[in-house]
């Protein structure tokens, strides 16, 4: 098992930044990539940013590149995503998420483990 919590949200004005983390235990040795993936009200649970372990095989979705940032600490075995320029579209409950199978992956049914997601709000 892989426990994952993730925390870092708010409530900011638009143009302002925020950075989430997202800490693994448990059998975090078996983790190969890491996701980040946003749910606003009343749609679906959106890819938003992958990295794995090594700090490679990083990619965003199209509407957060430039803005948004992964990264990885693996002596604190935490993600982070930087999100500056932050827009009310970026609104919604952002969860971290890791799978175990393998090193790239942007599907939600490609992902494990699920943190509890963190509430990011932004107003305009």
């Known amino acids: 098992q892989v426990h994952l919590v993730d925390s870092g949200g708010g409530l900011v004005q638009a143009g302002d930044s925020l950075r989430l983390s997202c800490a693994a235990s448990g059998r975090s040795y078996s983790v190969y990539s890491m996701g980040w993936f946003r749910q606003a009200p009343g749609k679906e649970r959106e890819f938003v940013a992958t990295?794995?372990?090594?700090?490679?095989?990083?990619d965003y979705v199209d509407t957060v590149k430039g803005r948004f940032t992964v990264s990885s600490d693996n002596a604190k075995n935490t993600i982070y995503l930087q999100m500056n320029s932050l827009k009310p579209e970026d609104t919604g409950v952002y969860y971290c998420?890791?799978?175990?199978?393998?090193?790239?992956?942007?599907?939600?049914?490609?992902?494990?483990?699920w943190g509890q997601g963190t509430q990011v709000t932004v107003s305009s």
């Open positions: 998420a890791a799978g175990v199978r393998t090193w790239y992956a942007k599907r939600a049914d490609e992902y494990e483990y």
């Open positions: 990295i794995n372990w090594s700090g490679n095989n990083i």
